[in-house]
Structures are given as structure tokens and as C-alpha cells.
């Protein structure tokens, strides 16, 4: 059976929102919300980084909004967690681990779907940063958390490098599912070692 690079594509894309929408509920039941308040944030943080690709390429309406079931699976996601979250021994690693998977799913995803679109590489790699990161973004901002990316942890350049990586192999002329898989696996392992071992960039103003 061919590779159906449009199924993958949807298969991660509801993996990350899901994902990213669980470290949205994880962060509310940080701030002892309800579980309205956890099906707000989970959503926000779910769709937040899709929203932002699609409306700065003009690709409207939105996705969430010609296929309601990207909303379906944030609900679920976040109303599951509100029950999971008093069984978990750590919020703050289960945050950090859920948001790492979302960041790389989510910069591979996105630079694929810009690609498609027809946008330039270098306009599909900004996407698939911006898709990876602003989700995160209103979900700390709405919380009025610490932003995450604002760790001194590698935490955008490992979207960058993911995002990379699935340009360099799909330049090669690969499969397309070693595309997706291999810039994932970059994305991911690169954030995974940067919080085990604190590996940040050098910064001149610190």
C-alpha cells in the first residue's frame, strides 16, 4: 500500500494538538481551574500555533474551523486530563515532556502544510517555528506563567532544527514519512537533551 503522505500528515497534526493541548490543561490544573478553565486553555494552546500559520497564509477559514474535529480532539484531550492530572506525581515534568512532543510534531507539521500551500522553504520553516511556539506561548500567557520558550534551555532553535532537518530530507528526494519522522525525531531528541542536560545558547547579555 502507497504512503498516504496526507493521512501522516493529519495523524501528527491531531497528535500535536492533542499533545499540546493536554500541556495547556496541565498548566491550568497549575492554576486550580475547573474544568471549563481546562477546556479553554487546552483548546487555546492546541490550535493556538495552527491559527497563526493559516491566517498569515491566508488560508481561510482555519482549519479547526472546516474540520471541527481538531476542536473535538482538544476538548477531549483537556477534560481527560482534568480527571488524570491528581494521579500525576509531577506537573511541572509532565508539562515540560507534553510540550517537547507538541514542539516537535507541531514543527514538522507545520513546515509540511506551508509547503503545500505553495510558500517558499525558507516561509515554511518561519511557519513551522511560529506553529510550534505560539500555542505555548498564549497557553503562558493566558496563565500568566513564565513563558517556557523563555528558559535558558534550547527551546525555539530545536523547532528551527526540526523544521531543518525535514527540509534537508525532503530536498533528498526521501520518502516522505522519513521526512516527517526524521524531523520530529531531531526536534525532539534536541529539546529532550537540552532539559536533561541544560544546553542553552551562548548569550552575550547574561
Request: with cysteine; charged share 10%.
Given at each position: 500500500?502507497?504512503?498516504?503522505?496526507?493521512?501522516?500528515?493529519?495523524?501528527?497534526?491531531l497528535t500535536a494538538v492533542g499533545v499540546f493541548a493536554i500541556s495547556g490543561a496541565l498548566e491550568a490544573a497549575r492554576?486550580?481551574?475547573?474544568?471549563?478553565?481546562?477546556?479553554?486553555?487546552?483548546?487555546?494552546?492546541?490550535?493556538?500555533?495552527?491559527?497563526?500559520?493559516?491566517?498569515?497564509?491566508?488560508?481561510?477559514?482555519?482549519?479547526?474551523?472546516?474540520?471541527?474535529?481538531?476542536?473535538?480532539?482538544?476538548?477531549?484531550?483537556?477534560?481527560?486530563?482534568?480527571?488524570?492530572?491528581?494521579?500525576?506525581?509531577?506537573?511541572?515534568k509532565a508539562l515540560l515532556w507534553m510540550d517537547a512532543v507538541g514542539l516537535a510534531l507541531f514543527a514538522v507539521v507545520?513546515?509540511?502544510?506551508?509547503?503545500?500551500?505553495?510558500?517558499?522553504?525558507?516561509?515554511?520553516?518561519?511557519?513551522?517555528?511560529?506553529?510550534?511556539?505560539?500555542?505555548g506561548i498564549a497557553r503562558d500567557v493566558l496563565c500568566r506563567s513564565n513563558l517556557t520558550l523563555m528558559n535558558d534551555?534550547?527551546?525555539?532553535?530545536?523547532?528551527?532544527?526540526?523544521?531543518?532537518?525535514?527540509?534537508?530530507?525532503?530536498?533528498?528526494?526521501?520518502?516522505?514519512?522519513?521526512?516527517?519522522?526524521?524531523?520530529?525525531?531531531?526536534?525532539?531528541?534536541?529539546?529532550?537533551?537540552?532539559?536533561?542536560?541544560?544546553?542553552?545558547?551562548?548569550?552575550?547579555?547574561?
Amino acid at each position: 500500500m502507497p504512503f498516504d503522505i496526507t493521512a501522516a500528515i493529519n495523524i501528527m497534526g491531531l497528535t500535536a494538538v492533542g499533545v499540546f493541548a493536554i500541556s495547556g490543561a496541565l498548566e491550568a490544573a497549575r492554576q486550580r481551574m475547573d474544568i471549563l478553565g481546562f477546556m479553554l486553555i487546552g483548546t487555546v494552546t492546541g490550535i493556538g500555533g495552527g491559527t497563526l500559520r493559516d491566517l498569515l497564509l491566508g488560508n481561510v477559514p482555519v482549519f479547526w474551523i472546516r474540520e471541527p474535529i481538531w476542536i473535538v480532539v482538544c476538548l477531549v484531550a483537556s477534560a481527560v486530563t482534568y480527571f488524570v492530572t491528581p494521579m500525576l506525581a509531577s506537573l511541572s515534568k509532565a508539562l515540560l515532556w507534553m510540550d517537547a512532543v507538541g514542539l516537535a510534531l507541531f514543527a514538522v507539521v507545520g513546515t509540511e502544510v506551508t509547503l503545500n500551500f505553495g510558500a517558499t522553504p525558507l516561509i515554511a520553516v518561519c511557519m513551522g517555528v511560529m506553529t510550534a511556539s505560539f500555542g505555548g506561548i498564549a497557553r503562558d500567557v493566558l496563565c500568566r506563567s513564565n513563558l517556557t520558550l523563555m528558559n535558558d534551555e534550547l527551546y525555539i532553535t530545536t523547532a528551527l532544527a526540526g523544521s531543518v532537518v525535514y527540509l534537508m530530507l525532503d530536498g533528498l528526494g526521501l520518502p516522505s514519512s522519513y521526512d516527517l519522522i526524521g524531523g520530529f525525531c531531531v526536534a525532539f531528541l534536541l529539546r529532550a537533551l537540552a532539559m536533561r542536560f541544560k544546553i542553552k545558547l551562548p548569550n552575550l547579555y547574561r
